[in-house]
């Protein structure tokens, strides 16, 4: 399967929700505990709406993962962690690479802020859940960090996904 990324717009919140209720079961260990309302339909309209406006005042990017024959939502990115992340780091420049072809999707954000040990990650810290989600997915996750030295994160995914039939 060929996929791209696309913006989430309000209209995809039906089949979004039928896509995080397909796969809440699977998903459970690598995300927060949701409340029951998270899977409505109103529930979903007004997280994209945020998601909207967020993207409208640069504060994060949702992106949807379409599959490129059947243009069906397979998937869901979003960039608020890279936006949470310079802050935190006091960077001055952000460098966010997405690139793929029809076999890997992958990603690397690189800062110029205080860095950290990254030899010292903690278990249940944001990059530790991005790291548990990718390898779920069979992919990876690399962290390069030192204090005052900056941090890259390049994340890489298979972009071809099985059917279930397993035909590929």
């Known amino acids: 399967m060929s996929v791209l990324l696309r913006p ?3 209209a995809d919140a039906a089949e979004l929700l039928a896509l995080l209720v397909a796969n809440r079961t699977f998903l459970q260990p690598f995300e927060p505990v949701r409340a029951d309302r998270f899977f409505t339909l109103d529930e979903q309209r007004a997280l994209l709406r945020t998601m909207a406006d967020d993207r409208a005042d640069d504060r994060g990017y949702a992106f949807a993962v379409v599959e490129r024959g059947e243009g069906v939502i397979v998937g869901q990115v979003t960039l608020s962690t890279v936006v949470r992340g310079a802050k935190y780091a006091h960077a001055s420049k952000v460098i966010v690479r997405l690139d793929g072809s029809d076999a890997r999707l992958e990603f690397s954000v690189t800062d110029d802020g205080r860095g950290f040990d990254a030899a010292r990650m903690p278990p249940g810290s944001g990059l530790q859940n991005m790291e548990d989600r990718l390898a779920a997915l069979g992919g990876s ?21 099985p059917s279930p039939n397993g035909s590929g």
Request: aromatic content about 0%; cysteine-free; proline content about 4%.
């Open 8 to 10: 989430l717009e309000v």
């Open 141 to 161: 996750l690399t962290v390069v960090s030192s204090p005052g030295r900056g941090t890259v994160v390049s994340a890489s995914v298979a972009a071809m996904m």
